[in-house]
């Protein structure tokens, strides 16, 4: 059976929470990395690969190599390129689009609804510890539990209206 790594030739793998592989699967993907070579579970013969990596963590890896808990070659051969995207509360002017965006999406799924520009203003007001993800699950549950086709403010959970008071 093909490996992701196989069904992603001649494109792009993503690979998330790279952070938290073990010891073991990271001495393995560095050798596909470096040798361009893979063999499947229980296979013999060696199958050639051409793939572009991106990995994403919320870890900083360095911290990670220096505590002895990532491997260094891995982190050197893997940061080609680093993007850092800083949490949603620190880009809050991103919050109507994504809210948006989340609204149009789960709209094919749930009956489509607005967001009154208090609860828009009590969403940019949330720190929002869980990021992007937490917010597309908050809409999805809006989505599902608001009755009307106006989300307001009283329909957000209780945490959110009063600011991210946990």
């Known amino acids: 059976k093909q490996g992701l ?38 296979g013999t013969r060696a199958h050639r690969v051409n793939v572009r990596v991106v990995a994403a963590t919320n870890k900083d890896l360095a911290q990670e190599v220096q505590a002895g808990r990532f491997r260094e070659d891995l982190y050197y ?3 080609v390129v680093s993007l850092t995207i800083p949490p949603l509360r620190e880009r809050k002017e991103d919050i109507p689009r994504l809210v948006e965006h989340f609204l149009r999406r789960f709209a094919t799924d749930y009956p489509a609804k607005t967001v009154s520009s208090e609860a828009l203003q009590a969403l940019m ?10 917010l597309a699950n908050t ?5 599902i539990l608001t009755p009307g086709e106006i989300i307001g403010v009283g329909d957000l959970p209780q945490g959110i209206r009063q600011g991210g008071g946990l």
Do not use: C, H
């Open 5 to 42: 790594f196989e069904v992603a030739e001649g494109g792009t793998l993503f690979m998330d929470e790279v952070g938290e592989m073990s010891p073991a699967m990271q001495a393995k993907l560095l050798q596909v990395l470096d040798s361009r070579e893979l063999r499947r579970v229980g």
């Open 77 to 79: 051969r893997l940061n």
């Open 125 to 134: 007001e949330y720190p929002w510890p869980g990021n992007v993800r937490e």
């Open 139 to 143: 809409i999805e549950r809006l989505m």
